[in-house]
């Protein structure tokens, strides 16, 4: 566990935030830096094929020493959530956990609650790693990383574990919704892959919502305010019509949970000439999307139908797919996921997550692509945290699953 909380702390303090407003890739130049790091680490560990392209991502291959046996991949993302800030991050670390609130020291306002936080209590006695209260910690998806750096680590230093050819893919821009967008299939060359990129232990996730964005821009018209009667249109107040009439009871994050479906605003900006803002639709059943999109044009068409010289346009872009539709390609790859769990000694807890990964993107471009959880909590936000034992559980649930796969022709 030393060499896993090393890994963790020291990719957590390189800044990675993914930045929504740009086409490049890598968004933000930093995750090529640990990029590089990784980069290295994994030739020291004498991986096969390691390379960085000119995209930041970042392959190896674990090769296998059974004959036959087909080749899976294990990929994670570099990126971090531009919700919150990634800046000098300071990872700390709580042994032996007692069980109470954690005021987090750099910020006393930022109190990670056990009443508020599902899991938290469970975990007294274990290693958890907060952020100080002033940044987010990274663990979605640097847990994900130091997981499978270890677990290849174990492998290469145990050559008696018989195990097939394993890929290890390590993504830039997940966090918006591009970290697939560079891959090549071809190169990654697997019947199947597995994202470390899953919440507690033991989970695994082989259905995910199905996602659009919409980008709303509203055009008003600007004019001095002294002189503004029956010439002005303020864009500002159009863009809060629109979203005050936007579904809040039954179709909004705040308001649902399990498999039901949302829309959700998430930035607004602009002034009373051009507003916009950004809101994503999700539901498990694709279908829904189209009337989510639906919705939203009739709310536009109303507000510009009341408020001539006025303009609305809503853009729609396809993010993922709901993973479900294409994981019958490889029936084997969440099977002996479970049965790899339940080596481990765990009970299996299949979820259908409120949210997307590389996974889903993966499994509708042709290679399945179910999740697998690596002990981040609280992920986005700065009360983040991950633990270390969970993530532990998670390198010995990979070792158990290289080993199975092995089996397999």
Not at 130 to 156: E, F, R, W, Y
Not at 160 to 165: F, L, N
Not at 215 to 228: D, E, L, R, S
Request: charged share 25%; glycine share 8%.
């Amino acid at each position: 566990m030393d060499k896993l909380l090393d890994r963790f702390c020291r990719y957590v303090k390189i800044e990675t935030t993914a930045v929504e407003e740009t086409d490049a890739y890598p968004s933000s130049a930093n995750q090529l830096e640990l990029g590089k790091l990784l980069t290295q680490e994994l030739k020291d560990l004498k991986l096969d094929d390691v390379s960085m392209d000119e995209h930041g991502i970042v392959m190896a291959t674990i090769a296998g020493n059974v004959d036959g046996a087909p080749t899976v991949a294990w990929l994670a993302h570099m990126d971090t959530s531009p919700e919150y800030t990634g800046k000098d991050v300071k990872p700390t670390i709580h042994k032996n956990y007692d069980g109470q609130d954690i005021v987090l020291s750099g910020d006393s306002s930022k109190v990670i609650r056990v009443n508020e936080t599902e899991g938290l209590a469970q975990l007294k006695g274990k290693t958890l790693i907060t952020t100080d209260g002033t940044t987010l910690l990274g663990a979605d998806d640097k847990s994900g990383i130091a997981v499978i750096m270890t677990a290849a680590d174990h492998l290469q230093s145990h050559p008696e574990i018989k195990h097939g050819p394993i890929r290890i893919v390590f993504t830039c821009d997940e966090e918006v919704g591009r970290g697939t967008d560079k891959l090549d299939l071809k190169k990654i060359d697997a019947v199947c892959a597995y994202t470390l990129d899953s919440e507690a232990e033991a989970h695994m996730e082989s259905e995910t919502f199905s996602a659009d964005l919409a980008i709303v821009t509203v055009m008003g018209k600007n004019i001095h305010p002294g002189f503004a009667k029956g010439k002005m249109i303020n864009a500002i107040r159009l863009a809060s019509d629109f979203i005050s009439r936007m579904p809040r009871d039954g179709m909004s994050p705040e308001t649902t949970s399990g498999r039901e479906q949302f829309i959700h605003p998430y930035t607004l900006e602009g002034g009373v000439d051009k507003a916009s803002f950004r809101s994503i639709l999700r539901s498990f059943v694709t279908a829904d999307l189209k009337g989510q999109a639906a919705l939203m044009q009739k709310i536009a068409d109303d507000i510009v139908a009341a408020n001539p010289g006025s303009s609305i346009d809503v853009e729609i872009k396809k993010q993922y797919r709901n993973m479900i539709e294409y994981l019958d390609k490889e029936p084997r790859a969440a099977a002996l996921a479970e049965q790899a769990i339940r080596a481990t000694g765990l009970e299996p807890k299949m979820e259908s997550i409120r949210g997307g990964t590389d996974g889903s993107r993966l499994s509708e471009m042709g290679l399945p692509t179910p999740n697998l959880s690596v002990g981040m909590h609280n992920f986005h936000s700065p009360l983040e945290f991950a633990c270390l034992e969970q993530m532990e559980s998670a390198v010995k649930i990979l070792i158990e699953l290289a080993q199975l796969w092995g089996k397999e022709k």
